[in-house]
Structures are given as structure tokens and as C-alpha cells.
């Protein structure tokens, strides 16, 4: 709880003197923490905005993508369509990179084209329709959306980490590091003042004992 103190701290001064050091830096600690806390809050946030008009231009991709792959089976039958899906190619490849993002970590990640011959589409333009050939155009879009909202997610998910693992920092400052410091610090001060008094009245009994005995010295 907070209102413990340190355990095993001794109520000397030199003690004193290393836990006001201690506080001080914790206490510039929890500054910094919280200024870093809002700062990942705030680009979160911002993250969030992003991702919104991105799950929407996706939505309407996949919507417009599906529209023209039900007028493409209409159009050359299902087999025929399904027959290019098996000869079409990898095309593309995710290069993945990171960045650093106010201390945190998050992936880069952009759809990369593999140039070479054996990536070129493998149907006949002939024995399709325009609506397919829309159609795939429409699913290499898509797929370049999908990288975007992954990476904007994945940062979003890292952000998101990042400020519960800072506010459990700030929190175990701000209300079990701080507060034992500061109890340690009073009842560190409480023993020395304590003892201050006692050394004072015990000089001032010693001082009574002697002008006693001076006194007796001097009637004898």
C-alpha cells in the first residue's frame, strides 16, 4: 500500500539525503512519463483517423470487386473464371520494414510487384471479358488497401500496448514508488528529530549535572 515505507531504510542522514535524490528523479521520471503518455495518446488517436477512410475506401472496393466478379461468371461461366483464378500467379510480395514512432515500434508495410515474365497475367484477353480484367484490377487494389489498414492496425495495436505499459509505469509512481518515498522520507525525519531532542535534553541534563557539582565544589 502507499503508506508503507520503504522497508529496511535506517533513519540516518545519509539515508535521507540518497531517498530525497531517489524522489527527485522519480518525480522527473513521472514527468517525463506522462508527457509520453499523452504524446502515444495523442498520435493513437491519430492513427484512428487514419484508419476509418481506409476500412471505407476497402469496403466499396470489395463491394464494386464483388459486383464484377457475379457479372463475370454471368458473362463466361463459372468454370472459365475459376480456370483463370487457378493460372493467375503470385504478382505481388509485402516488403516489411519498421519505424519508430514516438519510442514505439510499428511495421512499414508495402506491396511490392514481382517483376519477372512468370507474374504476367496467364489467360487470354480474348476468352475473357472486360469485367474480369476490371474485376482482378479491382483485387490488386484491394490488396494494396489491405496492406495500408494492416499497417496502420498493427501500429494502432503496438500504440495501444505501449500507452497501457507506460500508464502502468505512471501509475505504480504516481501511487506506490512516490508516496513510499515520501513516507520514508517523513518517518526517516521523524527519528532524527526525535533523536535531535533527546540528544538535546540529555546535553541539557549533563549541563545541569555539572553546574551542580560546580556549585557544591564552590560552598565545600
Not at 533513519?11 to 503518455?37: H, S, V, W
Not at 464483388?66 to 472459365?80: H, P
Not at 487470354?124 to 474485376?135: I, N, Q, R, V
Amino acid at each position: 500500500m502507499s503508506s508503507e515505507i520503504i522497508p529496511g531504510a535506517k533513519p540516518t542522514r545519509m539515508e535521507l539525503l540518497a531517498l530525497e535524490r531517489r524522489k527527485t528523479l522519480a518525480e522527473r521520471g513521472y514527468d517525463l512519463l506522462r508527457e509520453k503518455q499523452e504524446a502515444l495518446i495523442m498520435t493513437f488517436f491519430s492513427f484512428i483517423h487514419e484508419l476509418q477512410p481506409i476500412r471505407e475506401r476497402l469496403e466499396r472496393l470489395l463491394s464494386s470487386t464483388y459486383k464484377d466478379f457475379a457479372l463475370s461468371q454471368i458473362f463466361l461461366g463459372a468454370r472459365k473464371v475459376g480456370e483463370v483464378a487457378l493460372n493467375m500467379p503470385e504478382k505481388f510480395g509485402v516488403d516489411v520494414k519498421t519505424r519508430n514512432v514516438i519510442g514505439v515500434t510499428v511495421p512499414l508495410l508495402r506491396l511490392v510487384e514481382l517483376k519477372s515474365e512468370e507474374h504476367r497475367h496467364r489467360y487470354s484477353l480474348l476468352e475473357t471479358s472486360s469485367k474480369l480484367d476490371e474485376c482482378i484490377s479491382k483485387v490488386e487494389e484491394s490488396l494494396r488497401v489491405i496492406v495500408s489498414m494492416a499497417e496502420v492496425e498493427s501500429a494502432i495495436r503496438r500504440l495501444a500496448e505501449a500507452i497501457m505499459s507506460t500508464k502502468r509505469r505512471v501509475n505504480a509512481l504516481e501511487y506506490i514508488i512516490i508516496p513510499r518515498l515520501v513516507n520514508t522520507i517523513k518517518y526517516i525525519e521523524m527519528h532524527l528529530e526525535e533523536r535531535e531532542r533527546e540528544d538535546f535534553f540529555r546535553l541539557k541534563m549533563i549541563k545541569r549535572i555539572h553546574e551542580r557539582r560546580a556549585a557544591e565544589a564552590t560552598a565545600a
